[in-house]
């Protein structure tokens, strides 16, 4: 269990480190409309259900959607593709708004927005209505407009990221959108970006990108190697099945892909039982039939000969080509996505990875791949590992599918499947001394400031809480470290701990305000201070900063020192002088006098001269509230 939260923790961590990533989504975006009815009744006229409509809602789709997805996942994503000035335009740049995505899409007056309808009673899809023809292409002025839009979002997202390179996502789904002056542009350009991200439905359409990440679909994969075995783009050949033919291109007279949501099926008149839905075929395409021994073009359209044994082992069949489509387009990474059977990834190192997940109503998967491409294309800009930044996309995709709808994965959502708060340090934690560095040197990464405290916090109460959320105020997350067992009795006396280390760590822990927790055995936290360098180190007392130890050790590591005033008569042992006198009364007898130093009854703990032994150092036992932080303090509000 403890190796599983550190995993979620880690996991938990990346995502946090990619807030703000700036991140240019360029390509086809559509409306995503859904019409919920009830049907009761056929009609006379035919045999089919009288619909009554009872909902509508909408939605941004294919790259508007990846847009929205980066947004919600804490990205800073700005959107440029052309958009049709009617009225699924206007539907389309409110959904952008409502996301937080940067709007710099291009107004097409006489080009009309790509719109998918679904028709659903019961939750059952009904029929879809397509509009958006790939026949309405760019004219020169929109080209021009687009190139200069592109452009312009590049130089703004390096200028908000303080000169650092933007992440680039592009969405080619054949609506377009991406003409070849455009993809051109793009390529000559990819020194301007990062990191780059690429979803095409025709992958030969980009050669000469070199992407970091493609996530193509198993059909769409398919068909990229089918035109290597074809021996299109590659030295002449009969036929060709990988080699130094990089990039390849269209087979003669091939024509531009339509609007398709290509799966995987059995080809018609095929023997077999089909491993899922016949797909869209693309217009005046190859068929393709893969067999468990390779590739061959025998029709049209995109499926799968399902010949072999029960069905095609298409995990396995993507596995076995990682390294050919890595070739194929020079991506350093490659995720064939497999819908219901998860996806294959490979990279660099050529150790395949396997992620799974749940099958569900195809009603519940629309937009799923924009939420896997978004999480995969943040993970790897944060520079997260490949293992790390595909299991994240798979659970990006995979938590999105719970209703009927287009998929939207929120960065809260994704780290509540981690076990993480919606602030994404996945507290309350205990975590080691040994692991507190590397968490520390994270969230430093992520641009977050570190404040820092510690104490014994025996008896937890309302003093403490206090105390801890004024702490927490003073920046982005706050590490609390606190006295063992052993350090506390030789500080406080052998009375004490009234509460094991075991009980006041799960206390802390609990607490919202608190990131991190952490036991320390000697008597001074200078160790700690050392390892975390705290933006702020925070103690309890009304006197000036200067008065505590630890200062000079701050200071000389770039922190400041705050010291919070008291909450009167809330201190752990006044709490405990209660207790005995009220059990002392109900015996009728007196008691011991209580061991450490005689301070007046409405006097805090620690601000009485220090029993021989003790430290001197003031701490949080007695608790501090300070006043609500002004605008000048160190760190940021979350």
């Known amino acids: 269990m403890a190796g599983a939260a550190a995993?979620?923790?880690?996991?938990?961590?990346?995502?946090?480190?990619?807030?703000?990533?700036?991140?240019?989504?360029?390509?086809?975006?559509?409306?995503?409309?859904?019409?919920?009815?009830e049907s009761e009744r056929l009609c006379r006229e035919a045999p089919a259900p009288i619909l009554t409509l009872r909902r509508r809602i909408t939605a941004a789709g294919g790259a508007a959607n990846t847009a929205v997805n980066i947004a919600t996942l804490g990205g800073r994503?700005?959107?440029?593709?052309?958009?049709?000035?009617?009225?699924?335009?206007?539907?389309?740049?409110?959904?952008?708004?409502r996301a937080g995505v940067w709007d710099r899409t291009v107004s097409e007056p006489h080009r009309p927005t790509p719109v998918k309808r679904r028709m659903l009673a019961g939750n059952q899809i009904l029929l879809?209505?397509?509009s958006g023809d790939p026949d309405d292409p760019l004219d020169d002025d929109g080209v021009g407009r687009l190139l200069t839009a592109l452009s312009c979002a590049t130089e703004e997202l390096r200028a908000v990221a303080g000169g650092v390179a933007p992440t680039l996502v592009v969405c080619d789904y054949g609506l377009g959108a991406l003409p070849a002056p455009v993809r051109a542009w793009l390529v000559a350009h990819r020194h301007r970006y990062a990191t780059v991200a690429l979803d095409a439905h025709d992958l030969a359409d980009w050669r000469g990108l070199n992407p970091t990440v493609v996530t193509p679909s198993f059909a769409e994969a398919t068909r990229l190697l089918a035109r290597a075995a074809a021996g299109f783009g590659a030295p002449p050949a009969p036929t060709r099945t990988g080699g130094t033919g990089l990039h390849l291109d269209h087979p003669p007279n091939d024509p531009a892909d339509g609007p398709s949501e290509l799966v995987v099926g059995t080809a018609p008149g095929g023997v077999g039982r089909a491993t899922g839905p016949t797909g869209e075929p693309t217009p005046g395409e190859g068929r393709v039939a893969m067999t468990?021994?390779?590739?061959?073009?025998?029709?049209?359209?995109?499926?799968?000969?399902?010949?072999?044994?029960?069905?095609?082992?298409?995990?396995?069949?993507?596995?076995?080509?990682?390294?050919?489509?890595?070739?194929?387009?020079?991506?350093?990474?490659?995720?064939?996505?497999?819908?219901?059977?998860?996806?294959?990834?490979?990279?660099?190192?050529?150790?395949?990875?396997?992620?799974?997940s749940t099958p569900v109503p195809a009603s519940h998967a629309v937009g799923a791949g924009d939420a896997y491409l978004a999480a995969m294309t943040l993970a790897l800009a944060a520079e997260a590992s490949l293992p790390t930044a595909a299991q994240l996309a798979q659970l990006a995709a995979t938590i999105t599918v719970s209703d009927t709808g287009t998929c939207v994965c929120?960065?809260?959502?994704?780290l509540d499947a981690l076990g993480g708060a919606p602030d994404g340090t996945a507290h309350p934690t205990l975590v080691g001394t040994g692991e507190l560095d590397a968490i520390v040197a994270d969230h430093r990464r992520a641009g977050r400031s570190v404040v820092f405290t510690n104490g014994c916090f025996d008896v937890l109460h309302p003093g403490h809480v206090r105390y801890l959320e004024q702490a927490r105020a003073l920046g982005d997350l706050l590490v609390v470290a606190v006295n063992s067992d052993s350090s506390v009795r030789r500080l406080k006396?052998?009375?004490?701990?009234?509460?094991?280390?075991e009980d006041r760590i799960a206390l802390l822990a609990a607490l919202s305000c608190v990131d991190h927790v952490v036991v320390f055995e000697e008597d001074s936290p200078a160790d700690l201070i050392e390892a975390v360098r705290p933006d702020v180190?925070?103690?309890?007392?009304?006197?000036?900063?200067?008065?505590?130890?630890?200062?000079?050790?701050?200071r000389r590591l770039g922190g400041q020192v705050r010291t919070l005033g008291y909450v009167p008569d809330r201190s752990t042992s006044a709490i405990i002088d209660r207790i005995r006198a009220q059990a002392a009364s109900s015996l009728g007898t007196a008691t011991d006098p209580p061991t450490g130093p005689v301070r007046p009854a409405d006097a805090?703990?620690?601000?009485?001269?220090?029993?021989?032994?003790?430290s001197a150092a003031p701490g949080p036992e007695s608790t501090a509230v300070a006043p609500t932080p002004t605008a000048g303090h160190l760190g940021r509000s979350t």
């Not at 994503?77 to 708004?97: I, N, T």
């Not at 929120?410 to 994704?414: Q, S, T, V």
């Not at 200067?546 to 200062?551: I, L, Q, S, T, Y």
């Open 7 to 37: 995993e979620q923790r880690r996991l938990a961590t990346v995502v946090e480190s990619w807030r703000e990533r700036a991140v240019l989504v360029v390509g086809d975006a559509m409306l995503d409309e859904w019409r919920f009815a």
């Open 77 to 97: 994503a700005l959107l440029v593709a052309p958009v049709g000035a009617d009225v699924a335009g206007d539907e389309l740049h409110d959904c952008l708004d």
């Open 128 to 130: 879809r209505e397509d």
């Open 292 to 356: 468990g021994d390779g590739l061959s073009v025998t029709g049209a359209g995109v499926t799968v000969n399902a010949t072999v044994g029960e069905g095609v082992d298409r995990a396995g069949l993507a596995q076995a080509r990682l390294a050919e489509l890595r070739a194929h387009t020079g991506a350093d990474v490659v995720a064939v996505t497999l819908d219901t059977e998860g996806a294959i990834v490979g990279g660099p190192d050529g150790a395949p990875r396997r992620s799974h």
């Open 410 to 414: 929120r960065r809260e959502d994704l």
């Open 493 to 501: 006396g052998a009375d004490r701990p009234v509460n094991p280390v």
């Open 537 to 554: 180190y925070v103690k309890g007392g009304d006197y000036p900063p200067e008065m505590v130890p630890e200062a000079p050790l701050v």
């Open 604 to 614: 805090p703990a620690d601000r009485v001269r220090p029993a021989a032994g003790t």
